[in-house]
């Protein structure tokens, strides 16, 4: 049996995740009715365990057990839950924030360790690139003339009339430079530090 | 309804129409020479971070400086309506003004880290920018201009059958802005109406994601996939042959993986991918390959030249014959 | 009291002042000798207890003895005593009487005998100046004519005119379309929470009908609506637009063999569009009137229906006509319309013919519908294998086209057709996918026969339904075994939300009543006056309010005719202190009665006249009237002026001194502090003005002027001129800057009755705000 404990701060999750700088002003989280809505249409639920309303009320019950719940990593980032959530609550939002969380306190860092290649692409040229890795699975997948693509994407946009899409080496110290004053690089560090 | 510019406008470059499929940017500019639509490109302009972001690789707020940085740009050269080619970088650029204007802190820190940076001119003061007024995908603008294109068409595309495919970042994440239908999405419908074309309106899975999920396709295949087929199946029963797109990374979605699918279901969709820029000037006569970039499509367009009247050059056997290859 | 007295010269007024010990409560803290001498009046009488049947004789022997004009009373709290008082002083006029509160606003805030004192000095001053100004008045006494419009023949307007026709009050019932009964004749069944069963809709009404049809006292006017409203002096002044009907009312014998040769076939919107009716038509056969009528949208003009026609009573070339009509009051009763599904097109509503509303459903499963009380599938007439209801669609959604509210009958609707069905149709499936199952009070034990019929329950709000291959799959969760389901299933009924009719916004428009933020029409107050709106005479009954059911609907119907016969038969009494207008000085500017909230001003035969039963006396119209055309009866500028002057005068250099305006609401809290026994500074002088709306520049300055070193001005936030009343305060502050004296001498509050130890707070902080200013006229002012 499950007991509610005596808490001082049974809302802490709540409050936690609408103190976030990812939510918005409207945030309805707390107006959830549990209708399922949001699940019902959601593409993550009907195609894995992830189930948006129960991650609503994991967070309303200040289950933190949720912040690293596998689970999470499967939303798609849709909105289709925000587009009809009738309370005016956006579990999308929701769970950015606590992929966030997981990411700074938990164990979430290493779900994202493979894309820290888009970070250091973006660091150094203002423009995030696929990682390798996934490249390659998406060059067996798509075929070879997607590779070939890659390697005359300068002259193809010649062809069509377009200019060089690098930012000029200023823009590109001035990203690197707000990303290092942002946290960013900190950041990107950490993660790929972080064990799997 | 909101007021859409057009002039003044920003092109905001994306990453994946970069080197995925260019022709949607020149297929873009092709359009709004045509029917008067003032913009400009920037070389100075950073991407959104918007795959990153949602990688959750990013963190809000560096989202948010790096996009104060690209509003200067676009303030500097008085081009403040920005117009994106991607639904990512317009739920992205949205949010951010939005974050900007009503969070003091967040703008503090943000004018901050551009102070540090040596970037004081850029700093961002409230209302700047109006999330709006300022923010548009350039699905509305073509629609707003759909009148006036309607005038340059030349070439008669309707004996396609024609399905869309609204993006979810521009539909569901700022729905009070969406215009044309958030629960059923016809800002695309509306556009190729006003074409003397019909659609097929209505479909199941009609606002379903493409399936791409940002980390979802990489890390979760097989998931990200069972989504992409499901929309594609409804389309072959209803016997589809054009999916239109607004947004690079759903066209990537469908483009690049339907042959994948189709191996694994061993069938065959016979549906072609074009973003609705790409769609309009085919309409207006444009080049496929110099104007529509369809050399960079998976699924081969030139099955769908063919069958028009219209005579083209088609490039589609020697097309590897000109790139180098590897 | 004869005109020579009232003009005489006000200093040369006979003044009786009587002083209340009241046993101790006062005079144990004022000195009352002091207070005596320091009055100037014709007479100055002390007592013990002036409430008394012994106080009554001193005043009134006094009053004839000494010929006295005016009488100041100080005691208690008018509100304790001022009736009593108003009384004693017969034979003068009663509004000749001022209270002077020495007690709750005086002895028992400030326990110092000296200042104790000096404060009632000035508050018995005070009231002399005031009753100086005093006119003898009498009551309002407000006459309503025996006549009523009711809007809206649905159950909620048919309940309401009977009610009122029953009490000898003539009545006309308007009613949009060609007949009446509204939505209830459209429902087939009704259900009976007591009794475990459903009721012929039809059978219950149709009494109610034909009795309204009878009554002589009402008078039934279909295919008409409202078209203009004017108020003059609690009457209405309507015009109501008779759409022609083009059959003749008294010829027609409602044969019918019109309709079987129009050749013009439409749609049938009382089947909810799922029959065809002619051009000519009667909507059912019970219709009242049981006339035919012609849609004139439709009607080719043919002439057939004419030639078959044996008495002779379709006329093509009638027309509309506008009818003017007077009616002492107004039943809004335009009822509701249901959602329009266009805007969850995700349930794909009318993308298939199985995919049915609530209504429709009423409508097939009518014995008068469509296939006459069977249930059977529209598309292919096959009884369905089973029925998924869907609910809260369109209700409880704050998404955009969404409706906030619950609509409160939609759950037992379903209830109601699932057990139905049940009964016919024990095969059939019947599902109902709910969030919340909303059925109070008796509702439930009709709820739990439903669920012993079999009727089943998931819980989960789908989030579409689509069609494959011929079936209907609903998309939901099953939110108690977390599992995303499709539920296949071959009809689909959808528990659509109620909205206000468009009528009802019309109506509402044209009456001038307020909406609320969901366009019904709103209540005066929501728990004390729930049929009132916010204009007087105008009152509201069935889902125009709101949605409700047919019960409800019919105890808000009565309670509205209640209202009405009150205002008639009552003739209500009402203290005279209203605005009265100068026509002389009123150029027909309007800004008053564009100010006015409770619409009490109004032009008549090129005259503004102001109607005392609506007015209020709050004072907001005399702000914009540039012409000093207005002023409020018992609070006139002489009247304010000179109580700030009797509080003021005798103020001593080293004083400080604090006027507060309070709102009656205000006035009570300061009361309440008084009889909790919480100490007050001394510095504040409380004078009660109706509304802040009533305070001018002139009023403040002159204050500051006699030399109050600050200003307090407090008032009650729910009431409808309180938005004004802010806005002027900022205005207020200009003015001081602009006569140098600093804004922050002006203190603005709002007050609550309960909330007394708050303003007695509030007093404490200003008052040591006002001290660390300094003195009026000090350096900081300028
Ligand atoms: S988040 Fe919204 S849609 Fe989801 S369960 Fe809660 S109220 Fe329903
Ligand atoms: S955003 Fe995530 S939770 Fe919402 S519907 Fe899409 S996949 Fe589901
Ligand atoms: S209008 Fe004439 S024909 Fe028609 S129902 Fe009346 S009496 Fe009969
Ligand atoms: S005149 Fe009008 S109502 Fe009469 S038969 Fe012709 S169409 Fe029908
Ligand atoms: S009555 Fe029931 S179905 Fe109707 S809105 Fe309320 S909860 Fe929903
Ligand atoms: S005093 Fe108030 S209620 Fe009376 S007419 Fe003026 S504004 Fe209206």
Not at chain 1, 29 to 38: A, L, R, S
Not at chain 2, 83 to 106: F, G, M, P, Q, S
Not at chain 3, 36 to 41: F, I
Not at chain 3, 50 to 66: P, T
């Amino acid at each position: 049996m499950k007991t509610i404990k005596l808490d001082k701060n049974p809302l802490k999750l709540v409050k936690d995740v609408l103190n976030d700088l990812k939510a918005s002003p409207d945030l309805g989280i707390y107006k959830c009715v549990q209708c399922g809505m949001c699940a019902s249409i959601c593409p993550g639920a009907s195609q894995t365990e992830y189930d948006p309303r129960d991650m609503i009320r994991r967070v309303l019950e200040n289950d933190e057990t949720i912040i690293d719940d596998e689970t999470i990593w499967d939303c798609f980032s849709c909105y289709t839950c925000n587009s009809i959530c009738p309370s005016g609550n956006n579990a999308s939002e929701v769970n950015q924030i606590l992929r966030q969380m997981s990411i700074e306190k938990g164990e979430g860092a290493q779900k994202i360790k493979d894309f820290c290649a888009y970070g250091d692409s973006f660091m150094e040229m203002g423009i995030g690139s696929i990682p390798n890795e996934f490249f390659n699975v998406m060059v067996k997948d798509v075929g070879n003339k997607y590779m070939d693509l890659k390697v005359n994407i300068e002259d193809i946009r010649t062809d069509l009339g377009l200019g060089n899409y690098i930012l000029p080496k200023e823009s590109t110290d001035e990203i690197e430079a707000i990303l290092d004053n942002s946290g960013f690089k900190v950041r990107l560090e950490k993660i790929k530090r972080c064990k799997k | 309804m909101k007021t859409i510019p057009d002039k003044d406008i920003l092109l905001f470059k994306s990453c994946l129409v970069n080197v995925e499929y260019p022709g949607v940017e020149s297929s873009a500019c092709y359009i709004f020479d045509k029917v008067g639509v003032e913009y400009y490109v920037d070389k100075r302009q950073s991407c959104c971070t918007g795959l990153g972001h949602y990688y959750d690789l990013f963190d809000q707020l560096s989202t948010t400086a790096l996009a104060a940085r690209n509003f200067h740009i676009a303030a500097k050269t008085n081009h403040k309506n920005i117009v994106t080619l991607c639904a990512t970088c317009y739920a992205i650029l949205k949010k951010t003004v939005k974050i900007l204007n009503y969070n003091e802190d967040a703008r503090n820190k943000v004018n901050t880290i551009l102070d540090e940076s040596g970037l004081p001119e850029m700093e961002y003061t409230q209302d700047d920018m109006d999330p709006s007024k300022n923010i548009f995908h350039i699905a509305e603008i073509l629609f707003n201009k759909r009148d006036e294109i309607s005038k340059y068409i030349t070439v008669d595309l309707s004996e396609f059958k024609i399905a869309t495919h609204h993006a979810c970042h521009y539909c569901k994440v700022h729905y009070n802005d969406t215009i044309e239908g958030v629960r059923e999405p016809n800002l695309m419908d509306g556009i190729v109406n006003a074409m003397g074309i019909d659609t097929i309106g209505w479909y199941d899975h009609k606002r379903v994601t493409c399936g791409a999920g940002f980390r979802q396709r990489f890390t979760n295949k097989e998931i990200s996939l069972a989504v992409t087929s499901e929309k594609l199946e409804v389309l072959e029963d209803k016997n589809v042959e054009i999916l239109l797109h607004m947004c690079p990374n759903c066209q990537m979605q469908f483009d690049r993986y339907q042959p994948y699918i189709e191996k694994k279901l061993g069938k065959k969709f016979n549906i072609f991918h074009l973003n609705i820029t790409q769609y309009i000037a085919l309409a207006m006569g444009a080049d496929p390959y110099s104007v529509l970039g369809i050399q960079t499509h998976t699924v081969p367009i030139e099955p769908l030249l063919k069958r028009l009247k219209q005579k083209y050059d088609l490039k589609e056997d020697n097309r590897l014959k000109t790139l180098k290859s590897v | 009291m004869s005109k020579a007295q009232l003009n005489k010269n006000k200093s040369n007024l006979k003044i009786g002042v009587f002083l209340c010990r009241c046993g101790g409560n006062i005079s144990d803290i004022i000195d009352m000798e002091k207070l005596r001498l320091s009055v100037k009046a014709e007479v100055i009488e002390e007592f013990e207890n002036l409430c008394s049947i012994n106080g009554r004789k001193i005043i009134r022997d006094n009053i004839i003895k000494k010929n006295l004009d005016r009488v100041v009373v100080a005691a208690c709290s008018p509100i304790t005593h001022e009736k009593t008082f108003q009384n004693y002083v017969s034979p003068l006029n009663p509004y000749l009487l001022e209270m002077a509160n020495i007690r709750e606003q005086c002895s028992w805030v400030n326990p110092d005998n000296i200042t104790a004192t000096e404060k009632a000095i000035s508050i018995v001053n005070a009231a002399i100046e005031k009753v100086k100004y005093s006119q003898p008045l009498v009551p309002i006494l407000r006459k309503t004519p025996n006549t009523a419009a009711v809007i809206g023949g649905g159950i909620s307007g048919i309940s309401a005119s009977l009610s009122l026709a029953r009490q000898g009050i003539e009545t006309y019932l308007i009613e949009k379309e060609p007949t009446i009964g509204g939505s209830m004749v459209k429902v087939g069944k009704l259900f009976s929470p007591e009794k475990l069963a459903e009721e012929c809709a039809m059978c219950l009404l149709n009494p109610l009908v034909n009795e309204a049809v009878q009554n002589k006292n009402i008078n039934i006017i279909t295919n008409t609506t409202l078209k203009s409203a004017e108020r003059r002096a609690g009457n209405f002044n309507l015009l109501i637009e008779n759409k022609a009907r083009k059959v003749i009312t008294d010829r027609c014998i409602s044969c019918g063999n019109c309709a079987e040769v129009c050749p013009v076939e439409v749609k049938d919107s009382w089947n909810e569009g799922m029959t065809i009716r002619k051009a000519i038509y009667k909507p059912f056969s019970q219709a009242v009137p049981d006339v035919y009528t012609i849609d004139p949208e439709n009607c080719k003009k043919c002439g057939k229906c004419q030639d078959v026609c044996r008495m002779d009573a379709i006329d093509l070339t009638m027309e509309d006509e506008i009818i003017p009509m007077t009616v002492g009051s107004v039943v809004i009763a335009t009822g509701h319309k249901t959602f329009d599904m266009n805007k969850r097109p995700e349930y794909s509503y009318g993308r298939h013919k199985d995919i049915l509303t609530q209504m429709e459903l009423a409508r097939v499963m009518g014995v008068n519908g469509p296939t006459k009380g069977e249930l059977l599938k529209p598309s292919d007439g096959k009884v369905p294998q089973r029925v998924v209801m869907i609910q809260c669609v369109g209700s409880r959604d704050e998404k955009p086209g969404g409706r906030k509210y619950c609509s409160k009958v939609c759950c037992m609707v379903a209830i109601k057709h699932a057990n139905v069905i049940k009964q016919h149709y024990p095969d059939t499936d019947v599902i109902i996918g709910y969030t919340d199952m909303r059925t109070p009070g008796m509702y439930e034990k009709y709820f739990k026969y439903a669920q012993s019929n079999e009727v089943r329950l998931i819980r989960g709000r789908p989030g579409e339904i689509e069609e494959k291959d011929g079936i209907f799959i609903v998309r939901l969760e099953d939110t108690l075994s977390k599992e995303p389901l499709e539920i296949e299933t071959d009809l689909v009924v959808l528990s659509t939300a109620m909205e206000p009719s468009e009528g009802t916004v019309d109506v509402s428009n044209i009456l001038d009543v307020g909406l609320t933020e969901e366009l019904f029409v709103k209540e005066k107050h929501s728990k004390i006056k729930p049929v009132a709106t916010e204009v007087e005479g105008i009152y509201v009954c069935g889902t125009a309010q709101g949605p409700k059911d047919i019960t409800d609907s019919i105890v808000q119907a009565n309670a509205a005719s209640a209202k009405v016969s009150e205002l008639i038969n009552g003739g209500v009494e009402l203290e005279p202190f209203v605005a009265n207008i100068d026509n002389s000085k009123c150029n027909l500017c309007k800004k008053c009665i564009d100010v006015c909230k409770y619409k009490a001003a109004f032009i008549q035969d090129n005259m503004l006249s102001v109607d005392p039963v609506a007015c209020v006396g709050c004072g907001a119209c005399l702000w914009e009237c540039e012409n000093n055309a207005i002023e409020i009866i018992g609070q006139t500028d002489e009247q304010i002026l000179s109580m700030i002057t009797g509080m003021l005068k005798d103020k001593k250099p080293d004083e400080t001194r604090i006027i507060a305006f309070l709102d009656s609401v205000g006035y009570v809290s300061a009361d309440n502090i008084g009889i909790n026994k919480i100490n007050v500074p001394s510095s504040i002088r409380i004078i009660k003005i109706p509304s802040m709306n009533r305070i001018m520049p002139k009023h403040l300055l002159h204050a500051f002027n006699m030399g109050a070193d600050g200003i307090i001005m407090g008032e009650y936030p729910y009431n409808p001129m309180y938005s004004k009343t802010k806005e002027k305060v900022n205005g207020l502050k200009q003015e001081l800057i602009k006569n140098n004296i600093n804004p922050d001498r002006l203190a603005f509050y709002k007050v609550y009755i309960p909330y007394f130890r708050g303003l007695a707070n509030k007093f404490n902080k200003f008052n040591n705000q006002i001290i660390e200013l300094g003195k009026i006229g000090s350096k900081i002012d300028s």
